[in-house]
Each structure stands twice: as C-alpha cells, then as structure tokens.
C-alpha cells in the first residue's frame, strides 16, 4: 500500500509506504506503473474548507485529469479506481427535488464554482470509464462531513455560540459521519463496484433543529436573499461562511442514499442526528488528535481492518 | 387611589380590551395620573425584584395565559352587565388563548421535535387545524360529498382544478379531509418549484406537509403510502382572469396521470366550487409579476388598494365533490410509458372535474349562499 501526497504524513503510517509527489502527469505515470498499481483510492479533491477558485480548479479538475491520464493507457496496471467527489455537485436549489438521486446533476453552469468544478472533475471521471472499459470506476459522492478530526467550516458554524440563520429559511440537511464516509471509501477500494453513488447520513433534521439540538441559539439576521451580503456580515463577525455553504444553509440539500445500499449491501449506519450528537461530544472534549485528513485515515483504516482479519 | 379601582375605571368609560386597558394604565404610571406634570397623591414605593430574575419572569409568563383569561372573563361579564347580551363569547376566548399557549410550548420542544424525511411537522401542523377549521365551517361554509372515495389507507393520487390568487381551496380541500373523515389523513399537496425559493412560504409549505411538484417526490410520497394533492393546472389555473372562472385549464402535460400509474395509486378527481370568488381577479400587473418574480401580480376588487388587507378572500360559498377514484392497477405500472393512454385518462380526469364543477355550481343558490 501507498500513500501519495506533498505533505508528510501526519499520523504514524504502519504498513504504508509514502511517497512524496504531487499530481503532476510525468511522476504519477511513472509511479503508477512502477509500483504495478492496481487500486487508485483518489482523494485528493477539495470539497469542503475554504479554497479558492483557483486551487479548487487545480486540484480537483486538472490534479483529477493527471492522475486518470497516469492510470490509463493499455499497458497501465490499474484495475481499479475510486475517487472522491461531493454532494455539493448538485448544488443547492430551492426547487430541487426533495430527494436527489445520483442522475440528476444538471450539466448546466451554476453560481457556486466548487459545483462547477466537481461537475467538470465527474465529467472526466466518466469520460475514463467509456475509455477504459476494463478498469471499474467508483465515484463516491460523500455528504456534509462536520469533520471529527478536522472541523470543517460546516462544523465551525454549529460551534458558534449565536448560530446565525437566513431569515425565512429553515432547510432540511443532512450530515455525513465522518467514519461513514471513510468506510465507503474501503468497502469502494476492496470490490469493484463501479459507478456513481452517494454517501450520506439516513434521515434529515431541519436546521433550526439541529441548532437546538447542538444547544445554540438561532439568529435569523441573514438576508434571504443576496448571499455576498450575507458573507460579508459574518466575515465582519469573524466567521467565513464558504459560497457553497451559505447556499446549503438556506435551501438545504438532501441525497437519495438507496442506490448504494442495493450495490454495496450496506447503508450508513450513522444517521444525521447521531453525527450531530457524535460530533458534540467529541467537540466538547476539546482534545482533537492532531490526525490528518481522510487519505490517513483510509489508511489507517485499511491498515485495521486487514490486521484484524489477519488476527482471524 | 388604587389601581383595581382606576383599572375598572377605565374599563367602565372605555370598553377597551384588557391589554389596552394595560397599555393605558402603564402610560399613566402607577399613580393613576397622566406623568405630565401633575404628580399627585402619595408615591407608590417602587417593587424590589426577588433575586432570581429569570425565574419570576418564568413564572409570569407561564401565568400570563389564565391571567388573560381571567380578565378577558371579566370583562364579558361586565359588558354582558352594560349592554345585555354576549359580546365575547368565552369558548372562543378560552379556544384562542389555548392556541397560543400550544405555539409557545411547540416552538420549545426540543429532542422530541420530529419532522419526517419531507420536513413535515404533524404536530405543529394539526395545531393550526383550529383556524383553518373555523373557516371551513363558519367562513366558507364548505359543503362537501363523496369523501367516503377517499380511502382510509394506502396510497392515493388526489386531483383537483386549481383557482383563487392564493391556495386556499388547497388548504381546504386538506381540511375536509380532516373534518369529514371517520379516520382523518393528511393529504400531502405538490407545489410549483418557484415557491421553495422564497423566505418564510417555503418554511412553512415543507413545515406543513407540502412538497416540490417534482414526479419524483410524488411517487416517493406515493410509496410511502400517502396521500397525494395535485393542482395539474398549477398557476395557469390561479391566474385566470375573473371572466374565465370554471373553466379549466389545460391539465400539464398528463405528468400526475404517469405518476400514478407508476404508483398504482388510485386517481381521485376533485371539484371545488367557491375558490374562484374569494380574489375575483380583474387583471394582471404584467411588469411587475416580472420584476418581483412571481408568476402573475393580480388585480382584485381589494388588491392592491387595501394593501395587506386586501388579502383577506371574500366569503363566498364553497362546495367540494370527491368523485369515484379511477383505478389504476388494471393498467399496470408499464402503461405510464403509453402517451396514448396517458392523455386519454388526463382528459377523463378533466372532463369529470369539469362535469363536477358544473352539478356543483347548479346545486349552489348564489356566490354567497
């Protein structure tokens, strides 16, 4: 097993080797075919924090790009591919339907330019599956993680001590488990289950709800419409609420997750309630293991579950 | 002076309502007198507040309803006692002060607050059958028949014509099913996708039951073993123009009629007489449906002059017919993908509702009665 990334690796790694490179074309090729690789775990997408366009476009679309041009090819080893995308691919509309379902990402531009970008990644992603028919391609649209390890900015607003709201709105949201999204991650990486699935908590609880249950209070001072406004109100107040979230916190969005229990047998087992509630908890121990971001612990994981098959 | 004695004082010349009554006497200060000037008399000593603040302020607020009542009582004895008949009606008084108090304490629930994967509240919904009860019975006077089509479980697509500015025979025709059904149900209404966009109407349309006219969630709500509200006319049919009313229009594209056959849901036709008279619409302000977004700015006898009170539909005389349901189980779910089938049973469903629409006005003595 391999690790690939730029940065050191910020837990222990057992029984990965790391390698240090980035996703430039000419060493993934070289990497790729001289380790005989045949699983990619593709990782490297950005889809919550607070990135810039630019990065955003560099790493998810052209960082995307290299790596599937590495594993192609017919001499190319790669039997397998998974790679990380988002919810945030359908975007945020009021008039979505209450349930989407993995088809209906419109192809069309949308304001939010994260969205824009994971379509255009998604959209290469296909593109390598009708080009190499033989290597099976999973594309795993994981939810809004709060992020145990990591808080997302998502996590930072349900810290906050006022969580401010925009006026008129209550959406439904739902919320993805942190050890969900890693364990779809494996289960993807160990069977070929090749298509596009969405990872997400079971069942949906409104944001004023979640507010109360996080035992904040609810400021309904966002204006309901004209987000830049808004965004600059809360950057006053010392929180940057990212475009993609501001648009979630006002329409919400809720994801189909039937398709992945029918390919993989197996749903995930944390509902959105119980990620809020886990997520509490661990907050409010203020001691975060300094851990790294998902890739360690995919692997971490990996490393674990193989060991305690090994024990068995 | 004292202030009982100032209180029913004023009470005695004014008539007020007890909460002007308050308002007038906290204006007066606690000496009874206007405060401009003419202080007189002895100066009440100020009240010290007990230390745990928050606790009185608790306890006055968990008291503030009986207190109201209390007084609001006592007011309708005396006026009974001045003019000689009932002026408040205590039942309605105890009823409104109730629906109060079961929104204060629903908007503090905490753990137990549950929506279903829509984001419907049913608790908080059937708090609000009180009002849309009263105008059922006492304001519409919606005479309704065949509800006994409707069945007491299990998926059903409800169809019905669609008038008035605002969705009231929506809210009505959900009503009946609560106030003429032995075992009430909530029917779940699809609603054009431009209402989810806008504050506080998509809050409260999802809050309620309702959803996103999309196929997908009907058939999920279908699956689910729900009822089903559909307005295949959508906003044509609420902004038709006065001169048009009763006559329906075009039904989508036969959309409700492929979602039911996937479903094999029953479709049950509704007609309902009486919406189209409570916001006669005279014209439509093109320009500015544009420029806010909405899909039509209507021009009614009241709106826009009265502004916000001409929002208040007029009192016309309602009537709502539950036709026999048509089946859809002997056509099988792969019929959906037949047009041909599709438009025909569309049309079939229109001409009864229209048929409905006709029997209905003859049966209705005039717009009023």
């Known amino acids: ?312 | 002076m004292d202030l009982t004695s100032s209180e029913e004082r004023l009470r005695h010349q004014l008539g007020l309502l007890y909460t002007d009554v308050n308002a007038e006497l906290r204006r007066r200060g606690p000496n009874g007198h206007r405060k401009n000037g003419r202080q007189a008399g002895r100066r009440v000593p100020r009240l010290r507040v007990p230390a745990p603040v928050p606790d009185a302020i608790e306890k006055i607020k968990a008291e503030l309803p009986v207190l109201a009542l209390q007084m609001v009582g006592e007011l309708s004895l005396r006026l009974r006692e001045l003019t000689g008949r009932d002026v408040i009606d205590l039942a309605t008084m105890m009823a409104i002060v109730q629906f109060f108090s079961q929104q204060v304490e629903l908007a503090n629930r905490g753990e137990e607050m549950t929506v279903d994967d829509f984001g419907f509240d049913q608790e908080w919904t059937e708090s609000l059958l009180p009002i849309f009860q009263w105008m059922y019975r006492h304001y519409w006077r919606v005479e309704t028949t065949g509800v006994e089509h409707v069945p007491a479980e299990g998926r059903a697509l409800l169809v019905s014509n669609h008038a008035g500015v605002l969705p009231w025979d929506g809210a009505m025709i959900k009503t009946s099913l609560f106030e003429e059904q032995p075992n009430p149900r909530h029917a779940r209404a699809l609603i054009a996708q431009f209402f989810f966009g806008l504050p506080y109407l998509s809050w409260f349309l999802r809050r309620t039951g309702q959803t996103v006219g999309h196929p997908d969630d009907s058939i999920r709500l279908l699956e689910r073993e729900q009822l089903v509200l559909v307005f295949p006319e959508g906003v044509k049919g609420t902004g038709k123009p006065w001169s048009e009313r009763y006559r329906l229009r075009r039904f989508g594209r036969g959309g409700f009629v492929q979602v039911a056959l996937q479903a094999q849901a029953p479709i049950i036709p509704i007609s309902v007489v009486g919406s189209e008279e409570i916001y006669p619409m005279l014209g439509d302000i093109g320009p500015l449906a544009r420029l806010t977004g909405f899909p039509y700015f209507p021009v009614t006898p009241l709106f826009p002059w009265l502004g916000l009170l001409g929002t208040v539909p007029l009192p016309s005389k309602w009537r709502i017919q539950f036709h026999p349901p048509i089946r859809t189980d002997l056509m099988g779910p792969e019929a959906a993908e037949d047009q041909n089938l599709v438009m025909t049973v569309s049309d079939q469903v229109r001409d009864t509702i229209q048929q409905g629409l006709y029997d209905n006005l003859k049966l209705r003595r005039s717009i009023w009665y």
């Not at chain 1, 419109?106 to 290597?135: H, K, P, S, Y």
């Not at chain 1, 197996?266 to 121990?285: K, M, Q, V, Y």
């Open chain 1, 1 to 312: 097993m391999y690790g690939i990334d730029i940065d050191d690796p910020k837990v222990a790694l057992e029984r990965t080797e790391f390698v240090h490179a980035d996703t430039r074309h000419s060493l993934l090729t070289k990497l790729v075919r001289g380790l005989a690789v045949d699983t990619v775990v593709h990782c490297a997408t950005l889809t919550e924090g607070r990135n810039s366009h630019r990065t955003v476009h560099e790493t998810n679309v052209i960082g995307t790009m290299n790596l599937l041009a590495a594993c192609s090819g017919a001499d190319s080893p790669v039997r397998r591919v998974v790679v990380k995308s988002s919810v945030a691919v359908y975007g945020c509309e009021p008039f979505a339907p209450s349930y989407l379902r993995e088809s209906m990402v419109d192809r069309a531009q949308v304001r939010d330019f994260l969205a824009n970008d994971l379509r255009e990644m998604e959209q290469l992603v296909q593109d390598f599956q009708v080009r190499n028919g033989v290597i099976a391609v999973t594309l795993l649209r994981l939810g809004r993680r709060l992020g145990f390890h990591e808080v997302t900015p998502l996590g930072e607003y349900f810290l906050l001590s006022r969580v401010p709201t925009f006026h008129g709105f209550d959406p439904r949201i739902q919320l993805l488990h942190d050890d969900d999204g890693v364990e779809a991650l494996y289960r993807a990486a160990v069977a070929d289950h090749a298509g596009v699935f969405n990872v997400a908590g079971d069942g949906v609880l409104l944001l004023s709800q979640a507010i109360k249950l996080a035992g904040r209070r609810q400021l309904p001072v966002l204006l309901p419409f004209w987000r830049a406004i808004a965004r600059s109100e809360l950057r006053v107040t010392g929180y940057d609420m990212p475009a993609s979230i501001a648009d979630f916190l006002a329409y919400g969005c809720v994801v189909d997750i039937d398709p992945i229990e029918r390919e993989f047998g197996w749903r995930p087992p944390h509902a959105t309630r119980d990620t809020l509630h886990d997520f509490l908890e661990r907050g409010s121990n203020a001691e975060l293991p300094s851990s790294g971001p998902q890739e360690y612990e995919l692997s971490q994981y990996l490393l674990h579950r193989r060991r305690a098959r090994a024990a068995r």
